[in-house]
């Protein structure tokens, strides 16, 4: 089967809406109960101790299911969309002992409100494609890490194997059509390979990776100490 790589389309920064930002919310609640939100990479990568940053905390439970699986940390989480901060405060309730270890933050990823150097980590997952300014991103990443920091970004990919596509409609059968309908339309907003390495070429990041896997991209490394 021939996978034609049609062009990306841009689509708006942050879930609003009700309708939305509810079905965005059942969709990773839905991920989550299925353990696909593990966090186990991020914990791999080293980002497993102090201070973290997430890029884009949506309802929460990516940085919530990290929290859960390591000890002594702290995460801050940044929220473009003060609708999906409402929804993510509500869904630590799912998580006691935690309330203290969290804390949301309103803000935009390409000014993130921090000093340098003010971070362990970084973690994102799914939200690169919804970036108006990749490179300002990564250039703020870089900026609050502190020496030695690592991140790890996991983005969505636009070139996916039609038959991958199909895989991914049968696992979701029972979730409800129109949240079927805004996670794939998510792949025409994603990149490719090629976009991101020019798109990571352009950053002050200098020790970075890409790892292409069947339906994602795994974008990891370290700040340089200087």
Same mark, same amino acid.
């Given at each position: 089967? /021939?996978?034609?790589?049609?062009?990306?389309?841009? /689509?708006?920064?942050?879930?609003? *809406?009700?309708?939305? $930002?509810?079905?965005? +919310?059942?969709?990773?609640?839905?991920?989550?109960?299925?353990?696909?939100?593990?966090?186990?990479? %991020?914990?791999?990568? !080293?980002?497993?101790? *102090?201070?973290?940053?997430?890029?884009?905390?949506?309802? *929460?439970?990516? !940085?919530?299911?990290?929290?859960?699986?390591?000890?002594? $940390?702290?995460?801050?989480?940044?929220?473009?969309?003060?609708?999906?901060?409402?929804?993510?405060?509500?869904?630590?309730?799912?998580?006691?002992?935690?309330?203290?270890?969290?804390?949301? @933050?309103? !803000?935009?990823?390409?000014?993130?409100? %921090?000093?340098? +150097?003010?971070?362990?980590?970084?973690?994102?997952?799914?939200?690169?494609?919804? =970036?108006?300014?990749?490179?300002?991103?990564?250039?703020?990443?870089?900026? /609050?890490?502190?020496? !030695?920091?690592?991140?790890?970004?996991?983005?969505?990919?636009?070139?996916?194997?039609?038959?991958?596509?199909?895989?991914?409609?049968?696992?979701?059968?029972?979730?409800? #059509?129109?949240?079927? &309908?805004?996670?794939?339309?998510?792949?025409?907003?994603?990149?490719?390979?090629?976009?991101? #390495?020019?798109?990571?070429?352009?950053?002050?990041?200098?020790? =970075?990776? @890409?790892?292409?896997?069947?339906?994602?991209?795994?974008?990891? *490394?370290? &700040?340089?100490?200087?």
């Amino acid at each position: 089967m /021939v996978n034609i790589v049609k062009q990306r389309v841009q /689509v708006k920064y942050g879930t609003t *809406g009700e309708t939305e $930002t509810k079905n965005y +919310d059942l969709f990773m609640k839905f991920l989550r109960d299925k353990g696909w939100l593990n966090p186990t990479e %991020f914990i791999n990568a !080293g980002i497993s101790k *102090g201070v973290v940053l997430e890029i884009g905390h949506g309802p *929460g439970y990516t !940085g919530l299911e990290w929290l859960k699986h390591t000890k002594d $940390t702290y995460l801050k989480a940044l929220e473009v969309s003060r609708e999906m901060i409402e929804i993510a405060k509500k869904n630590v309730n799912e998580y006691p002992g935690l309330e203290k270890r969290i804390e949301h @933050i309103h !803000g935009n990823a390409e000014k993130i409100p %921090f000093e340098d +150097d003010t971070f362990d980590g970084v973690f994102s997952n799914g939200e690169l494609h919804e =970036w108006p300014n990749p490179v300002a991103v990564f250039n703020e990443i870089n900026r /609050v890490l502190k020496p !030695g920091g690592k991140y790890f970004i996991r983005a969505h990919k636009r070139n996916v194997n039609p038959l991958f596509l199909i895989l991914q409609k049968i696992a979701m059968f029972k979730l409800p #059509r129109e949240v079927k &309908k805004d996670y794939f339309s998510i792949n025409r907003a994603a990149y490719t390979f090629e976009e991101l #390495r020019k798109i990571l070429e352009k950053t002050d990041l200098t020790n =970075w990776h @890409i790892n292409e896997e069947k339906i994602r991209f795994i974008i990891y *490394g370290e &700040k340089t100490i200087t």
